[in-house]
């Protein structure tokens, strides 16, 4: 059987296709020259991770400074403004006792408010005297009443601390609030 002149044609055809091995390198005399396999290509530089920048931390203030004072007040109103009327209780000298109310009659004292926000003012110089240390920071409040009408009061707020003094305890190195001098405007 004679091959036919298309089956010769499509063998040269899919011998034209063959690819040639790589070129060898020669020399100036025309002799092959052994090559080194190309390095592999470097690895993509890691991602850049962003470091964070870092934040500046406050410090807490000096426990018997007027901030430390200020920071009581302002965490007193962020309770009563959250409802946790008990804790803010608490805040006052002898547990709640120089409020002059029991804790049931402080809590509904702040029944009215539908919303309670205050403003801490920067408390005044510290006013000391026979190993005791008072201190007023002013406050602003506004809200709105259940009722629907808006509210402001303003005035001092009167805070007690004991100096380590021999017979304190820890608890009384503590500010408490020992007055409140807030009157609606």
């Known amino acids: 059987m004679k091959p ?3 089956l010769i044609a499509l063998l040269l055809l899919a011998g034209c296709q063959q690819q040639d091995p790589a070129p060898t390198a020669r020399d100036s005399a025309g002799q ?5 396999p190309a390095a592999p290509a470097p690895p993509p530089p890691a991602p850049e ?3 964070p920048a870092p ?21 007193y109103h962020v309770l009563i ?22 804790a049931a009659d402080f809590a509904a004292s702040f029944a009215k408010y539908a919303s309670y926000s205050a403003e801490i003012g920067t ?7 026979a190993g ?5 920071v002013p406050v602003r409040i506004t809200g709105q009443l259940r009722s629907g009408g808006t509210f402001r009061m303003e005035g001092p707020m009167r805070l007690h601390r004991v100096n380590d003094v021999p017979g304190s305890t820890p608890a009384q190195h503590n500010w408490q609030i020992v007055a409140s001098g807030i009157r609606p405007r």
Do not use: I, K
């Open 132 to 136: 005791n240390v008072y201190v007023e």
């Open 32 to 36: 092959p020259v052994a090559v080194a």
């Open 49 to 51: 991770v962003a470091t």
């Open 55 to 75: 934040r500046a931390v406050t410090p807490a203030p000096d426990p018997a400074s007027p901030a430390a004072a200020a920071e009581l007040v302002r965490l």
């Open 81 to 102: 403004g959250a409802g946790d009327y008990a804790a803010a209780y608490r805040l006052w000298q002898g547990e709640g006792a120089a409020a002059q109310m029991s």
């Open 123 to 129: 408390p005044g110089r510290l006013d000391p005297g």
């Open 4 to 6: 036919s002149l298309a």
